[in-house]
């Protein structure tokens, strides 16, 4: 079996030398020394870096139109703006039936009413029992007085005459003091009756001025100039959910529950694009940079923004593949009024101008123990130098820590000397052409 296999690997290594010398070759000079081991030449260029990737138009200001917060059970739209309504900062969008808050408005205007005449009664007796409780005063006064006459002409009439006098000067002085304290009685009671009526007043009115607020409120009006887009009805399904189901968009007739946030609006004149760029593309990305957008959805045309904000990275050292991304978001200078939230877009990041960059083949870029190195040629055959890489595109690798002109190795020299695949002790390449 061993004689079989030297032919296969020798075919095998002949088949990969001549796939990495025609990637090579479209990105510059290879050469293929004793060996088999291609070669490429570390050169120079002006570079202009940019990253592409695409993101998703969104709103950078949006108002929520909830259903107001009001006891008693569901609410029912009697009216509701379309999808893509335009709207001005007060115009109502979604109006609800206010019929139960005009009936509780009635009935505490009602119970209002009743209560002020209630007070005005309550005053009237209190006025009556005064009035009533002074001429008492006055009658029991003057008994009182009368009696203490008869009582001062006791050396003038007989001891059971004079006996009797005092009994009913006694009986006034009681009568006096009794009467007295059932005025203060009765003035407390008139108050406190007076008090309970003005409480009924002052909850009636309460309730007044909650059914007028509720029955304002019973018009949803956007704070914001916009755009309305209306939500879906989650509760449409009746809180059943399954793969793939479609719920309708809130419409007119539908019993909501308060709270529900019913539709949004969108602020068009401020939008912005959400989008991620891969961990080897996020080190070249800069907040203020320019930024190239072609909308999908209006092919043709040319939109500038700038970056707003850049995710922090997950290091310095970064590679194409590796599965991670940054946010980023990017202002626009000029929206257009056919912009709509979801819309794709394309996007090219403009970055930093690089003279006379030095770069060699992606292919010739490999990375050991999570750091990037060259095979660099030697006299002695190759050696493993690393270097920092400033950016990757699709077939080049700008980098520093080389001179121009230094020959680096295509593939892994380790991986042809021994004619394997890929050693667990070699090098791997950098992530494939983005």
């Known amino acids: 079996m061993a004689p079989r296999k030297a032919p296969l690997a020798s075919f095998g290594i002949c088949l990969l030398c001549a796939g990495w010398l025609a990637a090579c070759s479209a990105q510059g000079e290879v050469r293929s020394p004793s060996g088999g081991v291609p070669v490429a030449p570390v050169e120079q260029a002006d570079v202009q870096l940019r990253v592409d990737t695409t993101g998703a138009l969104r709103a950078t200001r949006t108002a929520m139109l909830v259903a107001p917060a009001i006891g008693g059970g569901g609410l029912q739209i009697i009216r509701l703006l379309k999808s893509g309504t335009q709207v001005k900062a007060g115009d109502s969008v979604v109006d609800f039936d206010p019929s139960q808050q005009q009936y509780n408005l009635e009935q505490a205007q009602s119970d209002y009413n009743q209560a002020e005449q209630e007070i005005v009664k309550a005053k009237d007796d209190a006025a009556v029992q005064a009035a009533q409780d002074q001429t008492a005063l006055l ?24 006996q009797k006098d005092q009994l009913a000067l006694d009986e006034a002085q009681r009568a006096l003091q009794q009467l007295q304290q059932d005025v203060k009685s009765h003035a407390a009671s008139g108050q406190a009756t007076i008090a309970v009526d003005q409480e009924k007043a002052h909850k009636a009115k309460l309730q007044m001025d909650e059914a007028q607020q509720n029955i304002k409120n019973m018009q949803v009006r956007s704070p914001i100039t916009g755009l309305v887009v209306v939500r879906q009805n989650e509760n449409a399904s009746g809180g059943f959910y399954f793969g793939g189901m479609t719920l309708p968009d809130y419409q007119e007739g539908d019993q909501v529950y308060p709270g529900s946030t019913i539709a949004d609006v969108i602020d068009m004149g401020q939008m912005e694009i959400s989008a991620s760029v891969n961990e080897a593309d996020r080190i070249n990305v800069k907040i203020g940079q320019s930024v190239e957008v072609r909308v999908d959805a209006l092919s043709g045309e040319l939109f500038h923004g700038t970056v707003k904000t850049v995710a922090a990275g997950a290091g310095d050292f970064f590679f194409a593949g590796t599965g991670s991304n940054s946010d980023i978001t990017v202002e626009l200078s000029h929206p257009n009024k056919q912009f709509r939230p979801g819309f794709t877009a394309h996007l090219v990041i403009l970055g930093d101008n690089l003279p006379k960059a030095l770069w060699v083949p992606r292919e010739a870029v490999f990375e050991k123990d999570g750091k990037p190195l060259v095979y660099v040629r030697t006299s002695n055959g190759f050696e493993p130098r690393p270097i920092q890489i400033r950016y990757l595109s699709e077939g080049k690798a700008v980098i520093t820590g080389l001179t121009l002109g230094t020959e680096v190795a295509v593939i892994d020299p380790a991986q042809a000397a021994a004619g394997a695949a890929k050693p667990a002790t070699s090098a791997s390449p950098v992530g494939g052409p983005r």
Do not use: P
Not at 147 to 156: T, W
């Open 139 to 162: 009658k029991a006064r003057f008994d009182l007085r009368q009696a203490e006459l008869e009582v001062s002409k006791k050396d003038l009439v007989s001891a059971i005459d004079a």
